[in-house]
């Protein structure tokens, strides 16, 4: 078994709450520095910087996962992972769909800067990635699955967005097969008072919207093969 140092949760300079510095290249070179092996970019409703990270990732040698931090109608954050980025894309152009009229004001909210592979800026979104979309979260989830991903609540340790502080609980009609925790130190409290989390999953991802957010080797997985991931988290304990 080999032991691989992961953070699956990371937004870049698209999402408008990341510092501008959070570009791919960026981003895969301070995975790098810390000790880090496979890593996940997860901007808020969007995918769009998947592709460059990609690259970046790459050469480095790191292992990349396409990734999105949907925000459902009940403004639950879940996290959505795809063992392809041609599934994260297509993903993507059907959560646009259910995009809400809100614009966004960078001054207010900040810049949402589309990279190319080697860190320039080649775009901007128009549209407010980090409001809520359409999308309840039954539908969220069965949009995730229909495209092959792994989709499960984030940050369950947080009141912001957090699925136990939205509903009480995690309801057992969504069949969630792994939870994100944000701090480690919180996931025996919450496996003792939630019997939810009893039988799932737990990873510990940083939410990293600046450089020095991005978890340390400490976090970690053991796998023959990095491949094994999307399994691991597919099954329950």
Not at 40 to 61: E, I, M, Q, V
Not at 132 to 144: E, H, K, N, P, Y
């Amino acid at each position: 078994m080999n032991r691989y140092f992961y953070d699956l949760h990371i937004h870049s300079c698209l999402s408008p709450c990341a510092d501008n510095d959070m570009t791919p290249g960026n981003i895969a070179g301070m995975a790098a520095i810390k000790g880090l092996k496979i890593v996940a970019l997860t901007d808020h409703n969007t995918c769009r910087n998947c592709r460059p990270f990609f690259a970046a990732c790459r050469r480095l040698g790191l292992i990349p996962i396409a990734g999105m931090e949907l925000t459902t109608a009940e403004d639950i954050h879940l996290v959505c992972l795809f063992d392809t980025l041609d599934a994260a894309l297509d993903f993507d152009a059907e959560v646009r769909k259910h995009f809400l009229n809100v614009k966004n004001r960078p001054d207010l909210f900040g810049e949402q800067l589309i990279t190319d592979e080697n860190d320039v800026v080649i775009g901007k979104e128009d549209m407010l990635l980090s409001a809520a979309t359409s999308l309840d979260i039954g539908s969220a989830v069965s949009l995730v699955r229909s495209h092959g991903g792994i989709v499960y609540p984030a940050h369950v340790d947080r009141e912001a967005n957090g699925i136990i502080s939205i509903l009480g609980d995690i309801p057992p009609d969504y069949n969630f097969s792994a939870a994100e925790f944000n701090i480690a130190a919180n996931i025996e409290p919450y496996r003792k008072k939630y019997p939810s989390l009893q039988s799932i999953n737990t990873v510990c991802s940083s939410d990293a919207h600046y450089l020095w957010d991005i978890n340390e080797a400490g976090p970690s997985l053991e796998m023959d093969d990095p491949n094994q991931l999307f399994n691991i988290l597919y099954n329950k304990n």
